[in-house]
């Protein structure tokens, strides 16, 4: 069975300061799909950022990059530039390629504070 | 605005009640799933439903049921309720069937409490 893990209950950083939020998982496929999910109090999960494991290339969304590391099952978030709005907690989630299996183990979350 | 829509947005019931919480998927999508995330936890994977059937379930016992319509809207029914059963429930929307456009787009979410 797939899990995944995030190692940091919470997490803090200055606003405009850079920070990487941690995620390792465990599987024994080799076509996956990676995520990081944000779900500010409003409970609505907001999807952030995906990467695709056949794709070397880290992906990167304006502000929020990730360092995948498929060798060592490990897929972190580093978030630029923090602002106030990115105050949330943060999931990261794993899917296999192809159905079924459409379904997403989510790890336990990692919140993120935000300090003006 | 993801366009995936949950009602009631709480809902409080007593133990051994029964309750249907309603999902509307987003536009174009034919696969909703539904996950149950207990507070300070990741969400946990109810089941899935592709074109009107079942296509998944996770480790959770028959009295969670569920139902898609032909609009592919959906409905997550849970019988006999527990305790242990309050949570938030989220329901996720995505098109099935095309690798590239399988990510999941969640609503915001019924907050079932049960007394």
């Known amino acids: 069975a797939q899990t995944v893990t995030q190692s940091q209950p919470e997490m803090s950083v200055q606003e405009a300061e850079t920070v990487t939020l941690s995620c390792t998982y465990d599987t024994s496929e080799s076509d996956y799909y990676l995520f990081w999910y944000k779900q500010p109090p409003s409970r609505q999960m907001i999807l952030v950022i995906r990467q695709e494991a056949y794709k070397q290339q880290n992906a990167t969304e304006n502000r929020f990059s990730v360092n995948f590391q498929k060798a060592a099952k490990s897929f972190s978030l580093k978030i630029s530039d923090s602002q106030l709005g990115d105050a949330a907690m943060y999931f990261c989630a794993y899917r296999r390629a192809f159905n079924p299996g459409n379904q997403f183990y989510f790890g336990t979350g990692t919140s993120l504070t935000v300090i003006p | 605005e993801t366009g995936v829509t949950q009602s009631p947005t709480h809902l409080i019931k007593t133990r051994g009640q029964q309750v249907t919480l309603r999902c509307s998927s987003q536009s174009g999508h034919n696969t909703v799933s539904w996950y149950q995330q207990a507070l300070g936890q990741g969400p946990q994977f109810i089941f899935q439903?592709?074109?009107?059937?079942?296509?998944g379930r996770g480790n959770f016992p028959p009295r969670f049921s569920g139902l898609q319509f032909p609009n592919y809207s959906s409905e997550l029914n849970v019988n006999a309720l527990e305790l242990d059963d309050s949570a938030l429930y989220l329901c996720a929307s995505s098109l099935g069937g095309d690798r590239a456009l399988n990510t999941q787009y969640f609503g915001p979410g019924t907050r079932l409490t049960v007394l």
């Open positions: 439903y592709y074109r009107e059937e079942e296509n």
